[in-house]
């Protein structure tokens, strides 16, 4: 009886617990109550970093170190399952471990009793020091505030704390400190490793992992592969900085994080032992770098994101969350005109139209005639004359370069290490070296042009992808292992510097954790030479992909004013007066959407009621702004045969949601859309104001419509053939 008791009074308090858990504020609503702190265990031998949401419990006792505990305080459950060293370094061709513990026989589960008979590794380094440790901000930040609707703290607010090793008696001259940050409001943790030379001679690091845990498996696979149909189910979402690939995805542009089986875990249920439960982030080949005496390294930065639920969205909104945490910049978000000639009849022409309908950045993109590695006097001096013409009418200047997706020379070209010759390896297929002579000119005049002229834009295309180079040549690394870690130190550190000057980075690769605003949404090239209403109904089917992990400001859509990649009359926009409907109705997807476009032409408007329809929308684009660019969530896919949304959701304003409607039918649409509110921070029971704020309605009445008790709204609707409809939610 005494046990069923304890049994009972145990799932007693299981049950208060899951209750409590379900009365606590949602954080994607309501993130103010899950501040970070630092707890230390009574005892001394633990602490913990913990906002509310995650915690993650590092043991510190008898010179020894590590992560013995990672929760998911909003699942309830454990993400961890097993002890690994913090870190592991490779110097001078020897492999060190930072920390960890012995004596944890069953890898499935890391029990109390498991824990307490844990003993500090011998041969790993120990722990000589530990204690807070400030947020750091990686790159200095100048906001744009005009392109900014929603402000961010920089660097993001919560706790840090740091780990420091050294290595057993007779080991390397060096000291390692493992750092950890916390945020508030977000279930997201950041690591990375420091390393000092203290000695007398240099250091190598040939190789490091600024992670590993063993987490628990995402499922149960016996044989085949066991990730199948598991991978986007993971409890643990992470990237580094360290990224590139071209892919315009976190996971596919992701190489220094790594999902492998874990040689150590034989009781696991895959027969082969192939369970993908051992997260290693290290890069994939190098770093190669060498440390001088009394010089400091730093890793890369590994971000782990928990997400408690399977849901899509809320997958979705966490990641979007995470970086408009630790990366802020990317809701930066202006109106652009990609002007296709760079003359200065040509760019003082598009800056006059942009002034006059309410555009914020001109682009002098691809193709324009515009070098940014012209840094002559005469063209420094050319290129200051139309900023400062820009800036006297309230616009930003940008331009376009290439980087690494065409080839220099065979002396500049990154060089394959299977034939010792460029070509035949790289990403694009060639692709040359940044750390080359040509390299190290190219960012020196990149820097130059940028500094002299005080342009507000640099669009780079073919950013770096990650291509290695075996030349012992180049001067700016010093041959095959530190190819890689150098020419990606090259791209992070002109952009941290860029970020630091206001510049916006338009980038179509996955650099946002070093410093870019935004990439491509997603989107075929070729299709724009489809017919136009054909590329209206794909253009928003690639907005709704592409918010899924992108916050609505963080990906560019396009639109090719004038004609681009064939189609003929059919696919082109140009006369903008002749198609006046076409044209309003890529505003209403991409505006609606809070997305923006690069409009590539020659003009913005062509007559006065062209030029009245552009400035309309631009208008009613400024007015909504905050909750345009705030979350969106996914309704409808657009598939031509009925009508379809997304909505706008942002509990901190005043307008709590905006619902965006499009009727692809060559009939009215009457429809009733029931949504959740609870993420626009509207509770169940409460009655709204629901009013048409579409361009051109005026100032409609408001309806007030009850939310029902499980927080669903069921919202009329009325949206004309081939039309669009907005209705804010205050």
Same mark, same amino acid.
């Given at each position: 009886?005494?046990?069923?008791?304890?049994?009972?009074?145990?799932?007693?308090?299981?049950?208060?617990?899951?209750?409590?858990?379900?009365?606590?504020?949602?954080?994607?609503?309501?993130?103010?109550?899950?501040?970070? %702190?630092?707890?230390?265990?009574?005892?001394?031998?633990?602490?913990?970093?913990?906002?509310?949401?995650?915690?993650?419990?590092?043991?510190?006792?008898?010179?020894?170190?590590?992560?013995?505990?990672?929760?998911?305080?909003?699942?309830?459950?454990?993400?961890? %399952?097993?002890?690994?060293?913090?870190?592991?370094?490779?110097?001078?061709?020897?492999?060190?471990?930072?920390?960890?513990?012995?004596?944890?026989?069953?890898?499935?589960?890391?029990?109390?009793?498991?824990? /307490?008979?844990?003993?500090?590794?011998?041969?790993?380094?120990?722990?000589?020091?530990?204690?807070?440790?400030?947020?750091?901000?990686?790159?200095?930040?100048?906001?744009?505030?005009?392109?900014?609707?929603?402000?961010?703290?920089?660097?993001?607010?919560?706790?840090?704390?740091?780990?420091?090793?050294?290595?057993?008696?007779?080991?390397?001259?060096?000291?390692?400190?493992?750092?950890?940050?916390?945020?508030?409001?977000?279930?997201?943790?950041?690591?990375?490793?420091?390393?000092?030379?203290?000695?007398?001679?240099?250091?190598?690091?040939?190789?490091?992992?600024?992670?590993?845990?063993?987490?628990?498996?995402?499922?149960?696979?016996?044989?085949?592969?066991?990730?199948?149909?598991?991978?986007?189910?993971?409890?643990?979402?992470?990237?580094?900085?360290?990224?590139?690939?071209?892919?315009?995805?976190? @996971?596919?542009?992701?190489?220094?994080?790594?999902?492998?089986?874990?040689?150590?875990?034989?009781?696991?249920?895959?027969?082969? %032992?192939?369970?993908?439960?051992?997260?290693?982030?290290?890069?994939?080949?190098?770093?190669?770098?060498?440390?001088?005496?009394?010089?400091?390294?730093?890793?890369?930065?590994?971000?782990?994101? @928990?997400?408690?639920?399977?849901?899509?969205?809320? %997958?979705?909104?966490?990641?979007?969350?995470?970086?408009?945490?630790?990366?802020?910049?990317?809701?930066?978000?202006?109106?652009?005109?990609?002007?296709?000639?760079?003359?200065?009849?040509?760019?003082? &022409?598009?800056?006059?139209?942009?002034?006059?309908?309410?555009?914020?950045?001109?682009?002098?993109?691809?193709?324009?005639?515009?070098?940014?590695?012209?840094?002559?006097?005469?063209?420094?001096?050319?290129?200051?004359?139309?900023?400062?013409?820009?800036?006297?009418?309230?616009?930003?200047?940008?331009?376009?370069?290439?980087?690494?997706?065409?080839?220099?020379?065979?002396?500049?070209?990154?060089?394959?290490?299977?034939?010792? $010759?460029?070509?035949?390896? &790289?990403?694009?297929?060639?692709?040359?070296?940044?750390?080359? /002579?040509?390299?190290?000119?190219?960012?020196?005049?990149?820097? $130059?042009?940028?500094?002299?002229?005080?342009?507000?834009?640099?669009?780079?295309?073919?950013?770096?992808?990650?291509?290695?180079?075996?030349?012992?040549?180049?001067?700016?690394?010093?041959?095959?292992?530190?190819?890689?870690?150098?020419?990606?130190?090259?791209?992070?550190?002109?952009?941290?510097?860029?970020?630091?000057?206001?510049?916006?980075?338009? @980038?179509?690769?996955?650099?946002?954790?070093?410093?870019?605003?935004?990439?491509?949404?997603?989107?075929?090239?070729?299709?724009?030479?489809?017919?136009?209403?054909?590329?209206?109904?794909?253009?928003?089917?690639?907005?709704?992909?592409?918010?899924?992990?992108?916050?609505?400001?963080?990906?560019?859509?396009?639109?090719?004013?004038?004609?681009?990649?064939?189609?003929?009359?059919?696919?082109?926009?140009?006369?903008?007066?002749?198609?006046?409907?076409?044209?309003?109705?890529? *505003?209403?997807?991409?505006?609606?959407?809070?997305?923006?476009?690069?409009?590539?032409?020659?003009?913005?408007?062509?007559?006065?009621?062209?030029?009245?329809?552009?400035?309309?929308?631009?208008?009613? *684009?400024?007015?909504?702004?905050?909750?345009?660019?705030?979350?969106?969530?996914?309704?409808?896919?657009?598939?031509?045969?009925?009508?379809?949304?997304?909505?706008?959701?942002?509990?901190?304003?005043?307008?709590?949601?905006?619902?965006?409607?499009?009727?692809?039918?060559?009939?009215?649409?009457?429809?009733?859309?029931?949504?959740?509110?609870?993420?626009?921070?509207?509770?169940?029971?409460?009655?709204?104001?629901?009013?048409?704020?579409?361009?051109?309605?005026?100032?409609?009445?408001?309806?007030?419509?009850?939310?029902?008790?499980?927080?669903?709204?069921?919202?009329?609707?009325?949206?004309?053939?081939?039309? *669009?409809?907005?209705?804010?939610?205050?």
């Amino acid at each position: 009886m005494p046990r069923l008791r304890l049994r009972a009074a145990a799932l007693a308090a299981s049950c208060l617990a899951v209750v409590a858990a379900a009365q606590q504020p949602d954080w994607l609503v309501d993130p103010a109550p899950f501040a970070a %702190r630092v707890e230390r265990a009574a005892d001394g031998g633990a602490v913990t970093l913990t906002n509310g949401l995650i915690a993650r419990r590092l043991r510190v006792v008898d010179d020894g170190a590590g992560t013995v505990a990672f929760d998911d305080l909003v699942a309830g459950s454990s993400l961890l %399952r097993a002890t690994k060293p913090e870190a592991t370094l490779t110097l001078d061709g020897v492999e060190h471990r930072l920390g960890g513990f012995t004596g944890q026989a069953v890898r499935n589960f890391l029990t109390a009793a498991a824990e /307490a008979a844990l003993q500090p590794d011998a041969a790993a380094w120990r722990c000589v020091g530990h204690g807070p440790r400030a947020v750091a901000a990686p790159l200095p930040w100048r906001p744009r505030r005009e392109w900014l609707a929603n402000a961010r703290s920089w660097p993001p607010a919560g706790v840090g704390y740091a780990l420091e090793f050294t290595p057993p008696v007779g080991g390397p001259a060096v000291t390692a400190t493992v750092v950890y940050e916390l945020y508030d409001g977000v279930p997201l943790l950041m690591k990375r490793l420091e390393l000092r030379n203290a000695g007398d001679r240099p250091v190598r690091i040939d190789a490091f992992a600024a992670e590993l845990l063993a987490l628990v498996e995402t499922g149960s696979a016996v044989g085949g592969d066991p990730d199948v149909g598991l991978r986007d189910l993971r409890a643990l979402h992470v990237e580094t900085d360290m990224a590139f690939g071209g892919a315009m995805q976190a @996971v596919a542009d992701n190489p220094c994080v790594r999902f492998e089986a874990d040689p150590e875990y034989g009781t696991q249920v895959h027969y082969e %032992r192939r369970t993908p439960c051992l997260l290693r982030c290290a890069p994939p080949i190098g770093p190669g770098v060498v440390v001088a005496p009394g010089a400091s390294w730093q890793s890369f930065r590994v971000f782990e994101l @928990v997400e408690s639920s399977s849901d899509r969205e809320r %997958r979705g909104m966490a990641r979007r969350r995470m970086y408009r945490t630790v990366a802020p910049w990317v809701e930066e978000n202006p109106l652009i005109f990609h002007v296709r000639h760079a003359d200065d009849a040509s760019v003082r &022409a598009a800056v006059d139209q942009a002034a006059a309908v309410g555009f914020e950045l001109v682009i002098m993109t691809f193709g324009s005639g515009f070098d940014a590695e012209d840094d002559s006097d005469a063209n420094i001096a050319r290129i200051k004359a139309l900023v400062d013409y820009a800036h006297g009418k309230g616009v930003a200047l940008g331009g376009y370069s290439l980087l690494a997706s065409r080839s220099i020379g065979a002396d500049d070209d990154v060089v394959n290490p299977a034939t010792g $010759k460029p070509g035949g390896f &790289a990403t694009f297929g060639n692709s040359p070296c940044l750390c080359s /002579a040509w390299g190290q000119r190219y960012f020196a005049k990149l820097r $130059k042009v940028y500094a002299a002229t005080g342009l507000d834009a640099l669009e780079h295309d073919g950013s770096y992808p990650g291509d290695v180079c075996a030349s012992a040549a180049h001067p700016g690394h010093a041959g095959l292992a530190d190819s890689q870690w150098r020419q990606w130190e090259e791209v992070r550190a002109l952009y941290r510097e860029l970020r630091g000057r206001g510049v916006y980075l338009n @980038v179509p690769d996955w650099w946002f954790l070093s410093g870019a605003n935004k990439t491509g949404m997603g989107y075929r090239e070729t299709n724009w030479s489809l017919p136009r209403e054909d590329q209206l109904l794909i253009e928003r089917q690639n907005v709704f992909d592409g918010t899924w992990n992108k916050a609505v400001t963080m990906g560019w859509m396009f639109v090719p004013l004038s004609e681009y990649h064939g189609g003929g009359a059919a696919a082109t926009i140009e006369p903008l007066d002749a198609h006046r409907d076409h044209y309003g109705a890529r *505003f209403a997807n991409l505006l609606g959407a809070g997305v923006q476009a690069c409009w590539r032409g020659p003009r913005l408007y062509d007559t006065d009621a062209t030029r009245a329809l552009v400035q309309e929308w631009t208008g009613w *684009f400024r007015a909504h702004r905050s909750i345009l660019e705030a979350d969106v969530l996914h309704g409808r896919r657009p598939d031509g045969r009925d009508v379809d949304w997304l909505l706008h959701v942002d509990p901190r304003g005043a307008t709590k949601a905006l619902l965006a409607v499009h009727n692809p039918l060559d009939v009215e649409a009457v429809r009733s859309l029931a949504f959740d509110v609870r993420f626009a921070g509207i509770a169940p029971g409460r009655a709204i104001a629901l009013r048409d704020v579409t361009p051109g309605s005026g100032d409609a009445p408001a309806l007030l419509v009850q939310v029902q008790p499980d927080g669903r709204l069921l919202a009329p609707v009325r949206v004309p053939a081939r039309g *669009f409809r907005a209705y804010a939610l205050r």
